[in-house]
């Protein structure tokens, strides 16, 4: 055969061979990798571990808050943990109507009832909660103890009770009183203070006067105008409340996170470094053993937040705070009455200690709001060995390439 015959053929074979091998060459671009060259040797192991000896030292400092400076004061029964009370003093009443100024006042002929409203912030789910009003006869101040008032709280001085409707859970609540429940003003000053108590194991939470809607007493009057007799209203504001719990429920042990004045406990971590710096934290929470059953109103509960510091300067030390209430560190919400083990999530305590060296290994707990209940809570301290504070992790060590 002479090459001239057999060109043809192998043309045909060569295209037909090229077909084929295009034809197995291509990529599929939805198929998943299945090439072992473009996967990590090795595995992610992701452990879990318990700290035991995490907190190296704490403290409890007493005194971040006050009870007249919180925006509102909590009113308890009995049948609870802790009882307490609440007082108010309400700016000055006139024996003219009009005010002091005598060319505008005018006398008044009879006093003819009272209004007393406030308004309701929180509240107990019990049915049938009322609010009782006493007259007390002193005039209370900063100094003044549960002792100082406690003989005023008995029915000889009762004013009256104040019904709050089952389905109210905010809002405000207010009764009126016959000029005879309160005959007894200051002759000097004119100025009224009353106490409030709720009956039974439920609460109310009502609003101070570092709020905007603090409580009113409205006083209607009669009175001569040249000639005719007409009635006419005048309004006082409170200008100090406060509220007390019973000391004798408010007893301490252990480190005290809330309560009155609020305390605060401050705890100095040890973790790690190869944890803090060398390892992807999936979640950090932090286990506190009660040293005694959350203490507080019957049926309420409250909550207990966690700060990173800014810098470690013991009671003062600055917090770090990442804006709204639901961007905090960490935080949960603790019934009155728990003895169980308590976890928050401190995985942002930890991510804020990776972020930046300089941040202390501290961290501050303590109940929001801040001295706005006879909320209260005792932990174990770091020194028991009966339930010391640990911390839970759950963490991937970081990934070493090899030959690296």
């Not at 002759?187 to 006067?209: C, E, H, K, Q, Y």
């Not at 996170?257 to 100095?268: D, E, H, Q, Y």
């Amino acid at each position: 055969m002479s090459d001239r015959a057999a060109l043809p053929l192998g043309r045909s074979t060569l295209r037909c061979l090229l077909l084929l091998a295009l034809a197995g060459c291509r990529e599929s671009v939805t198929a998943p990798g299945l090439c072992p060259e473009f996967c990590l040797a090795g595995e992610f192991a992701m452990r879990d571990t318990i700290l035991s000896n995490v907190i190296a030292a704490d403290s409890s400092f007493v005194g971040y808050r006050f009870a007249t400076h919180a925006y509102r004061m909590q009113v308890a029964g009995s049948g609870g943990p802790v009882e307490s009370r609440g007082l108010v003093t309400f700016t000055r009443f006139f024996d003219t109507y009009g005010g002091s100024d005598s060319s505008a006042s005018r006398t008044i002929l009879t006093t003819d009832s009272f209004r007393l409203s406030f308004n309701l912030v929180r509240r107990s789910p019990a049915p049938g909660l009322a609010l009782l009003v006493y007259r007390v006869g002193i005039r209370p101040d900063t100094a003044t103890t549960w002792d100082d008032v406690a003989p005023f709280f008995d029915d000889t001085a009762l004013v009256g009770s104040i019904p709050i409707d089952d389905t109210l859970q905010t809002g405000t609540v207010a009764a009126a009183f016959p000029a005879g429940a309160f005959p007894a003003f200051e002759p000097d000053s004119f100025m009224m203070s009353v106490g409030l108590r709720v009956a039974g194991p439920a609460f109310a939470d009502i609003s101070t006067v570092d709020s905007i809607t603090a409580t009113v007493l409205v006083r209607y009057t009669s009175h001569d105008s040249v000639g005719t007799t007409v009635t006419r209203s005048e309004a006082r504001a409170a200008f100090f409340d406060t509220f007390l719990g019973d000391p004798a429920s408010l007893g301490t042990l252990g480190l005290r996170v809330g309560g009155l004045p609020a305390a605060r406990v401050l705890l100095r971590a040890s973790v790690p470094a190869n944890v803090v710096d060398s390892t992807q934290v999936v979640r950090a929470t932090l286990l506190l053993v009660p040293a005694q059953p959350a203490l507080g109103a019957a049926g309420d509960t409250f909550r207990l937040r966690v700060h990173a510091l800014g810098a470690d300067f013991g009671a003062k030390s600055p917090l770090i705070i990442e804006g709204a209430d639901t961007l905090e560190m960490g935080s949960t919400k603790v019934a009155v009455g728990t003895g169980d083990t308590i976890r928050i999530d401190i995985t942002h305590v930890l991510q804020a200690w990776r972020a930046s060296a300089t941040l202390p290994r501290s961290m501050m707990l303590r109940l929001v709001p801040e001295a706005a209940s006879v909320a209260a809570l005792d932990l174990l301290p770091s020194s028991s060995p009966a339930g010391r504070p640990s911390l839970h992790l759950t963490y991937i060590p970081l990934y070493r390439f090899p030959g690296r």
